[in-house]
């Protein structure tokens, strides 16, 4: 029987949007098919943010190559992304691990029965991707119309003065970045950017938000050591 995950998304943030209706449909396609469910991801984020800024995707995919998954199940292309460059991105991730995805409504996957990859993919992904960012960019221009008029109106637009983001949003939205640096030996830094899908950047603010030092940091990335610029953002104690 081949293992499966399910990965769901909805844009919306509050209740107005769930992602019941999605894992259902995808539930029902792994029953007929004799298809093992491992593990269901959920999440709530915007699909024209990038993977790195999607913490539930980078850990379903990251999920699915460490532990030899046959096939991601998604309810459609745009599931994965509404930019054509992200979504090739995503897909050429798995196909490369040979984990296949099924994208239901289109009713294709990367790879054939026989195993070989699906010639049209490359092409359908391009097209429904440019389709995406269309709609896409309709949202925005509405959206913009709404930001304009409320600031001739007299509001006002952006963060506080002196604003941080908490470490408890950090936590929430980079945990493999958090779960990596708990780990006794850690990997460098530049390798753990990249087995997370994020900026170097991002990994040393969540360094320092553990409260690891300077010494420390250059331990678990002595390249750091030859950088005075990263030396300035680490945490002295």
């Known amino acids: ?106 009713q294709m996957s990367i790879f054939l029965p026989d195993g070989k990859p699906h010639p049209f993919l490359t092409m359908l992904v391009a097209v429904l991707g440019a389709m995406a960012e269309m709609e896409a960019d309709n949202i925005r221009y509405r959206l913009q119309s709404g930001r304009d008029k409320y600031i001739r109106d007299g509001g006002k637009l952006g963060r506080k003065e002196g604003y941080r983001k908490p470490k408890e949003n950090y936590e929430r939205d980079y945990p493999t970045v958090f779960k990596e640096l708990r780990k006794p030996r850690r990997e460098s830094y530049d390798r753990i950017a990249r087995l997370c899908g994020v900026s170097k950047k991002t990994v040393i603010t969540c360094a320092e938000l553990l409260g690891i030092t300077r010494n420390q940091q250059q331990a678990a990335d002595p390249l750091q050591s030859k950088n005075p610029d990263s030396q300035k953002t680490a945490t002295e104690q």
């Open 1 to 106: 029987m081949k293992k499966a995950i399910i990965y769901a998304r909805v844009s919306s943030t509050g209740d107005r949007q769930d992602t019941a209706r999605q894992v259902e449909d995808l539930t029902r396609y792994a029953q007929a098919n004799d298809i093992e469910i491992v593990k269901t991801f959920t999440e709530k984020a915007s699909g024209r943010k990038k993977r790195e800024d999607r913490p539930v995707l980078n850990e379903c995919l990251l999920y699915c190559l460490a532990n030899h998954i046959d096939v991601l199940l998604v309810s459609e292309l745009s599931r994965l992304g509404r930019n054509a460059a992200d979504v090739l991105n995503n897909v050429n991730i798995c196909k490369e691990s040979k984990v296949n995805i099924y994208f239901q409504k289109e």
